[in-house]
């Protein structure tokens, strides 16, 4: 193989003077997404942003925009300057201040919310500070909290009296980020909780702050789903973007919202100067839309749907036929049980394959079950498509990419990567301090809490979603409940490639054999001090146990109607499941996360060691490689409105969504549409974090050396390694 991707199974069917596969690579060069490391506008570029126009009135076409945008350039380098020019006049230096230690200021740490409120906080970072009148810090003490969340912190009472102190503070700080210098990792602190001492308390040997309720990364208790508690993004959220990705997304994020806005009012105005084609238009050129202009019809064919179905967004999973050895079943599960709309059609899906001759799995029937149309709701009907009803069986594959593509969003991109990650992000930061596992892991696992509550509030909760898909929020919940029930760090393996052709599953198992060179190599290099802080990987344990959802369980295994019954063997080879693994039951309930260790103190005669290596790959693995791949290709696959959508509406024709492209009753309307386009521009465009790109330098150089080694075959899998995210972005 030469260091180009195939893109298709018939790559050398020749179209004019050219093979479809030449063809195919021009255009995914031509609409590849390029990311800049300064985090400025990206490329195949919107259209500039004077271009947009709502009806005769310009938008934005005015000198005053352009002023405004150069002003929002202006104050984000006033803000940095301003936030450097202040730690540079009163640095809070790490020099101990007096010298006799004739006094200590003792307490105690917990955990503030209710069901908490008993666990102790281990080894914050404590210092004890004077502000002198002139502004500048000095430090009396530091230290930390021990395993039992208690501190004792001894000082100099006489300097610490001093009149030139105004005031003190007793500063509780929590690691943000980690960065790296060579190959050191540098924690960096920010203040959690300052917490005044008066001056003229301290009259004895000792002064007692008692206990310290600390509201830390705060488990969720308002949905069954291990997330954290965020009231306000701006004001309570345990962790902040870092300026350099504040100033990337906004960014990258004018030219989608502004087109989306300059149609919305459009729609308003006059919604007759709108269609789907002109909106399409407005955005950047996705693959299928590229691909049609060159080969029109071809992105329909079953020669791209099978392709795509194995190596795209979606990179399906392929079940045997019971029947028939030689067959394979890709199974979608629509609206089942889960609250649903009655706008939306998602019906369950099954494409029936039989492998081709250049291993790819060629679709040789359609079954959808449930409701395509507002005539019928049974949510057993059973409908059956095949290629000797060539207009139907188009429009069934537009049904099934659109099916495919929501539940891809649901299961595998939302619960699997950025909820799933979220787990091990809260557990991680709630316990890990001085273990270098927290060196190991922040890196990938910073700032997905703040993307997920973003995702809520746009995306899934009354967001775009609800509105153009099937699915309710409360339906979304429960789904990425069952779907998280599903997934487990322990044993789980990259998906099993069926032949040379199947991209997706040869980059995983070799992104998978990286990421375990490295952890392996980390773990030998700091063996000593993970075994001393063993106490901070049983607390990480104990906390993703607990806080796991309940383990899933089909729950109608022996309906035949019932598309659900195939789900748990469907998940055993997706997600790798194993009901059988062992779990523990906490408040009556089996739940999904196996215990890393249940040892305190680190047991040599365990495998512990090994368990935690795997559970820490995988972690890096769902956080970097796998968000990576669902997330950038929904741009290729969820680019085109007709091509693929959230959702097609029921429709009030017998044939319910069987209805083709051009029949615009079933596609979403405008402002779904647009919206739709702003959804997949925005999910794949505004990124910022990447491993051997390391804009912020968190990433230890030796992943970034053992990724670089595989560059070339990377990208025989039509991956770049310098877009292989570093954590969950956007």
């Not at 709502?54 to 925009?65: A, E, K, N, R, W």
């Not at 352009?66 to 300057?81: C, P, Q, T, V």
């Not at 019971?322 to 059609?345: E, R, T």
């Not at 909760?461 to 069952?482: E, L, N």
Request: aromatic letters at 12%; glycine letters at 4%; charged letters at 25%.
């Amino acid at each position: 193989m030469d260091s180009k991707p195939y893109i298709d199974a018939n790559q050398d069917t020749v179209v004019g003077d050219k093979t479809i596969r030449q063809i195919c690579l021009e255009c995914w060069e031509e609409v590849r997404i390029e990311y800049s490391k300064t985090g400025s506008f990206f490329g195949p570029k919107l259209k500039g942003i004077n271009h947009l126009q709502v009806g005769d009135s310009s938008l934005i076409d005015s000198p005053l925009t352009i002023f405004i945008e150069k002003m929002l350039a202006l104050y984000i380098r006033f803000s940095d300057a301003m936030y450097k020019l202040k730690r540079k006049l009163f640095p809070k230096k790490m020099l101990l201040h007096g010298s006799k230690k004739d006094c200590r200021l003792v307490g105690n740490l917990t955990f503030a919310e209710r069901e908490d409120i008993q666990v102790p906080v281990h080894h914050m970072e404590l210092i004890f500070w004077g502000r002198t009148r002139l502004g500048q810090w000095k430090m009396l003490s530091a230290g930390y909290s021990d395993e039992e969340g208690k501190f004792d912190l001894p000082f100099d009472l006489r300097a610490a009296c001093s009149w030139r102190f105004r005031k003190l503070i007793f500063e509780i700080n929590q690691i943000s980020h980690v960065y790296y210098e060579e190959v050191n990792a540098k924690p960096h602190f920010v203040t959690f909780r300052q917490i005044p001492v008066p001056k003229g308390d301290l009259i004895g040997m000792s002064y007692n702050l008692r206990n310290i309720q600390l509201y830390l990364w705060e488990y969720r208790r308002d949905i069954p789903l291990p997330r954290v508690m965020i009231k306000d993004h701006n004001k309570d959220a345990p962790q902040y973007y870092s300026k350099a990705r504040e100033n990337a997304i906004k960014a990258q994020f004018i030219p989608i919202e502004l087109t989306k806005l300059k149609h919305a009012e459009i729609i308003k105005v006059d919604p007759d100067k709108l269609s789907i084609e002109l909106i399409q238009a407005d955005y950047p050129k996705n693959l299928t839309v590229a691909i049609e202009e060159k080969i029109p019809g071809y992105t329909r064919s079953d020669d791209w749907f099978a392709f795509r179905f194995m190596n795209g967004m979606n990179n399906a999973t392929y079940l045997p036929d019971p029947a028939d050895p030689d067959l394979s079943w890709i199974y979608i599960y629509g609206s089942l049980q889960y609250k649903v709309n009655d706008q939306y059609a998602f019906p369950s899906v099954g494409v029936q394959c039989k492998m081709s001759d250049k291993g790819i799995p060629m679709p040789i029937a359609i079954e959808l079950t449930g409701p395509i149309s507002a005539w019928d709701k049974n949510p057993y009907q059973k409908h059956r498509f095949t290629p000797e009803q060539p207009d139907q069986w188009l429009h069934a594959k537009r049904a099934v990419r659109v099916s495919a593509a929501l539940s891809s969003e649901l299961d595998d991109h939302f619960a699997g990567t950025h909820v799933n990650t979220e787990q091990y992000a809260v557990a991680a930061y709630r316990n890990l301090r001085l273990s270098p596992v927290a060196n190991l892991l922040f890196p990938h696992l910073k700032e997905v809490v703040l993307v997920n509550k973003t995702a809520d509030e746009i995306l899934i909760g009354p967001g775009y979603i609800p509105s153009a898909s099937a699915m309710t929020a409360h339906g979304i919940v429960d789904r990425c409940v069952d779907v998280m029930g599903a997934l487990n760090w322990k044993d789980w393996t990259p998906m099993r490639p069926l032949s040379d052709n199947h991209y997706y599953a040869l980059a995983e198992n070799l992104f998978w054999e990286v990421v375990g060179e490295y952890v392996d190599e980390f773990f030998v290099e700091y063996q000593d001090r993970i075994i001393k802080y063993w106490h901070e990987v049983y607390c990480f344990s104990e906390d993703l146990v607990n806080h796991s959802v309940p383990v899933f369980q089909s729950k109608r295994l022996n309906d035949e109607n019932d598309p659900e019954r195939t789900r748990e063997a469907y998940y055993a080879e997706r997600y790798r499941f194993n009901p059988n693994h062992p779990r523990r039951s906490v408040k009556g309930q089996l739940r999904a996360v196996s215990p890393i260790t249940e040892n305190k103190i680190y047991d040599p005669a365990s495998d512990d060691w090994n368990q935690l290596k795997h559970a820490c790959k995988y972690a890096i693995m769902i956080a970097t490689f796998m968000h990576t791949w669902v997330n950038e290709h929904q741009y290729e696959d969820i680019g085109e409105v007709k091509y693929s959508s959230l959702g097609l509406r029921f429709g009030e024709k017998p044939e319910g969504i069987i209805l083709p492209e051009s029949d615009t009753s079933i596609s979403p309307d405008l402002l779904r549409s647009t919206q739709m386009m702003w959804f997949s521009n925005l999910l794949s465009r505004t990124e910022f974090g990447f491993i051997t790109r390391d804009e912020e330098g968190d990433i230890n150089p030796l992943f970034k050396a053992r990724l670089m080694e595989h560059k070339e075959v990377f990208l025989k899998y039509g991956i770049r390694v310098e877009d292989i995210e570093s954590r969950t972005n956007i």
